[in-house]
């Protein structure tokens, strides 16, 4: 019986050295931003190679792509390198999105550095091996408790304690830009790290990783109790995932992205608090708006939630001609008449 890496390099075998500008791998594809960014890159023509390991992505999220001739799919983990080593080849940009995103006091650490850590060398390590470019997705979580707000990329970063296990999502992304950078400089590898800011869709994972909005509109059509860590008076700038999506394309299109750090989300501040009682207005349940406050020690420990984050996009909107579209209601509304139709 052939193997997985046999078939594959019986594939090649056929089509070598035909580095096609408009083919490209997505790490992550069956997560929330890689199966949209798929869904666009299709529409635009693209070949897309995308590999899972479904840790929280779902297959549901592809499916609907899987028949599609320009799309192959391939349940691999980014830390099998013999295998991504393969994938990679003839692949003009690697859009590295798989990874293991913020978790709790409780959980273990270890897959965030295996995944973000050794998984990110491997993706760079090909892109080496076969001349492509890298798109990196690193996070807003990266600027920590800076308070040089609006957040712009070349601002210094303020990280909090390494005996504080949530911090290690933060560190791991920096970690990936830094080695970014050094493939960069040291190895000519095309790169470009995007700082996404929170996005969501009706493809978030509805857990704690997918960011408040969408478990809010969860807690909120199931008439359940929102759970908001502190007074929930801290801001966060969220984004549509179509606008996450639009600055992805535009980042890969663009020869001036390359080398560069580019924030890509929306700029529009809301509150955790007034969040929840938006989507409970959008929602027109017809039932109270039930909030719990739960103290931020009790969830976080010793560690400090970030009372404000909003990006600065003028670099995106210099170099990219990158706008963010669609208005936060706008964006709870469409999610929710999604999950409503789910
Ligand atoms: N969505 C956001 O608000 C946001 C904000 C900042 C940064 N980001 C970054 O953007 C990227 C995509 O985020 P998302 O919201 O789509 O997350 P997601 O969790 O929905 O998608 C990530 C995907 O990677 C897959 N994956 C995880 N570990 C893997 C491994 N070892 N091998 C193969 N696949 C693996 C998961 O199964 C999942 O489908 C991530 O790198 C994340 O850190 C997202």
Redesign the pocket.
Known sequence: MFGLVQILLYANAFYPNSMQTKKVLI??V?????SHLLDELLKKNYTVIG???????HVKNIEHNLSNPNFTFYRV???DFETLKILGKDVHTIIH?????KISEKEAAMPTFE?NGK?TENVFEVAKMWGCKVIF?S??DVYGMSPDLPLREDGDLLIGPSMIRRWNYAVS?LYGEQMAFAYYHDHGVPIVVIR????FSSRS?FAW?G?HIPIFIRAILNDEEVVVHGDGGQTRSMGFVDDLVNGTVLALESEKAVGEIINIGNDEELSVLDSAKLIHEIAKTGKELKVKFLPMKEIFGQYKDILRRIPDLSKAKALLGYEPKVRLKDAIEKTIKTVRQQ
């Open positions: 790490t992550g069956a997560g929330m931003i890689g590999i899972d390991n479904y840790s929280f992505g983990d980014v830390c999105l798989a990874a293991y995103k995944t998984g997705a996070t807003s992304k996404y800011f929170g996005g994972s990783s960011g």
